[in-house]
C-alpha cells in the first residue's frame, strides 16, 4: 500500500489523457455506454430517491394509490416531527450520543494502537489481525453477540458479576442503559476500522521526516505531534468522515436487539418503522429521511469539495 | 503496485518493517503486555460465542453461563444448520452476492476508465456522483426506493414476485447502484497512474477504446480488483438493511438478515443462536483469513488519495 501511494504520488505525470476529437464514433459511443449505464443506475436508484425524500417530505401519502393522491402540505410534516412526533427527540439524542462515542472511544484509542504497531515489533501481524476480525463481522451479527453478552440472566457480563441471579441488571431492556451496551459492542468493531486506516497514514509518511526530526532531538510525542500528524491529515479527514457517517448509518444492531425501541431509537429506524411496519406514511418517512441527508451533507460536501479541489486545477 | 518507481526502494532500505522507530527493551515488553491483553479482550466475545455454541443448552441451564464442565460437542452447529435450514440461506446470498459483486466491478471500471483515461467536460461531475452518492445513509432514500420497487413490474421469469420490490433482481441493482460508487472511486484513482504512453501506442496500432479497457487497463488493474472484490464481498454479504426493508419475504433474504427472522422462531437457546452466528461469519472470516491483505489494501485504497 505505502508503494502505491508513494508512487502514485510521484509518478511519472499522469497519463496524458487524449482530446475527444482523435476519437472514431464508434469509439465514442463505446465510451459514453461504458460511462452512461452506469451512471443511470446510479442516478435513478440512488440519486433520483434521495432527491424524492426531499421532495415527498412536503406531502402526505399512504403510499396506496397513485401519484394524484398525493396531498402537499408544505412544512407540516417537519412541524409535527419537531413536536408531537415523541421518538424524535430520543433518536436524535441517541444519534449524537453514537457521534460522540465513536469519536471520543474508538478514534483516539484506535490511532493509539495504530501508533503502537507501527513501531517495530515482532507479532505486529497478529495483534493487527486480532483487533480487526470484528470488522469482517456483520453488525446484525455484532446484534446477535450483543445479546448473548449482555442478556440478564444468560449472558457473560451478568453471569461473570454475579449479577444474573440477584440485583438483575437488565443492560438491554433498561432504556437508559441499553444504549451504552450497544456502543460498547459498536465500538469494539469501529475500532478495528480506524486502527487500521490510521496505520495505512502512518505508513504513508515519509519516515526521513521521522528521523528528520529525531535527529533535531524530537521527542516522540513531539515527533508525532508536529511531524506525523500533520502529515497523516487526508487520513485524518477520512476517518472524521467515516466516523460521521457510520453513526448516521447505524441501524443494524439496534433493529437486531429490540427493532431500535426503548432506548434504542436511532433517526434510521425511525425512517424505517415509517415504511415497513402497519402504516406506511411515505411522506413523513420522506421528512425524517431529509432531516438524515441533510445532516450527513453538512459533512460529505466540504469532505468531497477538498477532495476534488485538486482535480479541478488538474 | 507495477507503478512503483524511485521511492520504494528507498524506504525499503531505510526501514524494513514498518518505517517506526524501534523502542527500548523495556518498553518493548511493556508495549507487548499492553497488546496481548487487548487482544485477549477483544477476541472474548468470539470465544464466549464458541465456548457457548459447543455446549448443550442442558448443561448451561444446569451449571450456569460461565461454568467449566458437562458435554462438548458440535450438536449445536448441526442443529442450527438443519432447523434454520442454513443451506436454503447460503444460497440465497450466493444469488445475490456474486453477481452483484461481478456487475459492480464491471461497471465501475467501465465508468472509472472513461472518467480516468479521457478528457471529458463532466469527468468531475460524473466522479463526485459516484463518490457521494455512497457516502449517503441508505435510510435517507429508502422512502421513495420502496415506492419505486413496488412499481415496477417485471416479468415473472425476471422476477417470481411480478415486480422489482420483493424480488433478487431488486437486491442486486440496489447493491449495484451503491457500491459503484466507492469502488469506481478507487479504480479511477489507480488508473491514472497508468501510463497514458500505454494505451496511445495501442492507439496507433488501431486499437479500439474497447480494447484498450479490456485488454491493456483492466489486466494492469487485478490487483486493485482483486483487493476491492474481497471488501465488497463482505460488505454485500453483510448487508442488513436492503434486505429487510426490500426482501418481505423472508424465506428469500441472504443469510444475514433471514438470522434475524429465525431467533425467536427456531432458537430458543443461546447456545444455538451463538453457533448459528458463527456460522453466518464464516465466509467473511474465511475470506479475511485467507485474503487479509487484499482485504486491508482494499480499505486502505479507497480512504487515500495521492
Redesign the interface.
Known amino acids: 500500500m505505502t508503494a502505491m501511494e508513494g508512487a502514485a504520488r510521484s509518478a511519472p505525470p499522469v497519463a496524458k489523457r487524449r482530446k475527444l476529437r482523435q476519437l472514431s464514433i464508434r469509439d465514442r459511443v463505446v465510451l459514453s455506454l461504458m460511462a452512461g449505464i452506469p451512471t443511470l443506475l446510479t442516478v435513478g436508484l440512488v440519486w433520483v430517491p434521495a432527491l424524492a425524500s426531499v421532495v415527498l417530505s412536503f406531502s402526505t401519502w399512504t403510499g396506496f394509490g397513485d401519484f394524484s393522491t398525493i396531498q402537499w402540505v408544505g412544512t407540516e410534516n417537519y412541524k409535527n416531527i419537531f413536536t408531537i412526533y415523541p421518538p424524535f427527540q430520543p433518536a436524535i439524542e441517541h444519534n449524537l450520543i453514537w457521534l460522540a462515542v465513536f469519536f471520543c472511544v474508538p478514534g483516539p484509542f484506535g490511532l493509539f494502537l495504530a501508533v503502537q504497531l507501527d513501531k517495530q515489533i515482532r507479532f505486529s501481524r497478529i495483534y493487527q489481525s486480532v483487533l480487526f476480525l470484528p470488522v469482517v463481522l456483520s453488525l446484525a451479527l455484532v446484534g446477535f453477540m450483543t445479546e448473548l453478552i449482555f442478556s440478564p440472566t444468560q449472558g457473560l457480563i451478568n453471569n461473570l458479576t454475579g449479577h444474573a441471579e440477584h440485583n438483575v441488571i437488565d443492560w438491554l431492556g433498561n432504556p437508559s442503559l441499553n444504549i451504552w451496551a450497544v456502543m460498547v459492542m459498536a465500538c469494539w468493531r469501529q475500532a478495528g476500522y480506524v486502527m487500521i486506516l490510521f496505520l495505512a497514514g502512518l505508513k504513508s509518511v515519509d519516515p526521513s521526516q521521522k528521523e528528520a526530526a529525531a535527529l533535531d532531538g524530537a521527542g516522540g510525542w513531539q515527533t508525532f505531534r508536529h511531524v506525523v500528524w500533520p502529515a497523516m491529515r487526508p487520513i485524518n479527514i477520512v476517518v472524521l468522515v467515516i466516523t460521521v457517517i457510520e453513526s448516521l448509518r447505524a441501524f443494524d444492531i439496534v433493529y437486531v436487539i429490540n427493532k431500535g425501541t426503548n432506548g434504542l431509537e436511532l433517526l434510521s429506524v425511525l425512517v424505517t418503522d415509517n415504511i415497513i411496519g402497519a402504516g406506511s406514511r411515505i411522506g413523513f418517512g420522506s421528512a425524517l429521511a431529509t432531516i438524515l441527508l441533510v445532516i450527513s451533507m453538512i459533512f460529505i460536501v466540504p469532505y468531497l469539495i477538498s477532495m476534488f479541489r485538486k482535480d479541478e486545477r488538474a | 503496485?507495477t507503478?512503483?518507481?524511485?521511492?520504494?526502494p528507498r524506504?525499503i532500505a531505510?526501514?524494513p518493517?514498518?518505517?517506526?522507530?524501534?523502542?527500548s527493551q523495556t518498553r518493548?515488553v511493556l508495549?507487548?503486555t499492553?497488546?496481548v491483553i487487548?487482544?485477549l479482550i477483544?477476541?472474548a466475545?468470539?470465544i464466549?460465542?464458541l465456548y457457548?455454541a459447543l455446549r448443550p443448552y442442558e448443561d448451561?441451564q444446569r451449571l450456569?453461563?460461565?461454568s467449566v464442565g458437562g458435554h462438548y460437542n458440535l450438536h449445536n452447529f448441526t442443529a442450527a444448520w438443519q432447523q434454520a435450514e442454513l443451506p436454503h440461506y447460503f444460497w440465497n446470498s450466493a444469488l445475490i452476492t456474486v453477481p452483484a459483486l461481478i456487475i459492480t466491478l464491471l461497471?465501475?471500471s467501465?465508468?472509472a476508465?472513461?472518467?480516468?483515461?479521457?478528457?471529458?467536460r463532466i469527468?468531475?461531475a460524473?466522479?463526485?456522483?459516484?463518490?457521494?452518492?455512497n457516502?449517503?445513509?441508505?435510510?435517507?432514500?429508502?422512502?421513495?426506493?420502496?415506492?419505486?420497487y413496488?412499481l415496477v413490474e417485471l416479468p415473472s421469469w425476471m422476477a417470481e414476485s411480478g415486480k422489482l420490490n420483493d424480488s433478487f433482481l431488486g437486491i442486486i441493482?440496489?447493491h449495484?447502484?451503491?457500491q459503484?460508487?466507492f469502488c469506481?472511486f478507487v479504480l479511477s484513482?489507480?488508473?491514472?497512474?497508468?501510463?497514458?504512453?500505454l494505451?496511445?501506442a495501442a492507439?496507433v496500432d488501431g486499437a479500439?477504446?474497447?480494447r484498450q479497457?479490456w485488454q491493456i487497463v483492466m489486466p494492469l488493474c487485478r490487483p486493485v480488483l482483486a483487493a476491492l472484490a474481497t471488501l465488497e464481498f463482505?460488505w454485500i454479504?453483510?448487508?442488513?438493511?436492503w434486505a429487510?426493508?426490500l426482501m418481505?419475504t423472508g424465506s428469500n433474504r441472504p443469510i444475514?438478515?433471514a438470522?434475524?427472522n429465525l431467533?425467536g422462531q427456531f432458537f430458543v437457546n443461546?447456545n444455538l443462536?451463538?453457533a448459528a452466528?458463527l456460522i453466518?461469519?464464516v465466509p467473511?472470516?474465511v475470506?479475511?483469513?485467507a485474503l487479509?491483505k487484499q482485504?486491508?489494501?482494499g480499505?486502505?485504497?479507497g480512504?487515500?488519495?495521492?
Not at chain 2, 3 to 8: D, K, V
Not at chain 2, 17 to 23: I, T, Y
Not at chain 2, 189 to 197: A, L, V
Not at chain 2, 237 to 241: E, H, L, T
Open positions: 503496485m507503478a512503483t518507481t524511485t521511492e520504494l524506504r531505510t526501514s518493517v514498518a518505517g517506526g522507530v524501534r523502542p518493548r508495549l507487548h499492553f497488546l487487548t487482544c477483544w477476541i466475545p468470539l464466549y460465542a457457548t448451561t450456569g453461563y460461565v461497471l465501475s467501465m465508468v476508465f472513461v472518467v480516468a483515461r479521457f478528457r471529458f469527468n468531475i460524473l466522479l463526485v456522483l459516484f463518490t457521494a452518492g457516502l449517503l445513509p441508505q435510510q435517507a432514500l429508502i422512502t421513495p426506493l420502496f415506492k419505486i413496488q441493482l440496489i449495484i447502484a451503491f459503484t460508487g469506481t484513482n489507480y488508473m491514472r497512474t497508468i501510463p497514458g504512453e494505451g496511445e492507439l479500439s477504446a474497447w479497457y463482505t454479504y453483510n448487508d442488513f438493511f429487510t426493508v418481505q444475514t438478515a438470522l434475524n431467533t443461546n443462536i451463538a452466528a453466518v461469519a467473511t472470516l475470506v479475511f483469513f487479509q482485504f486491508v489494501s480499505l486502505t485504497l480512504s487515500s488519495k495521492g
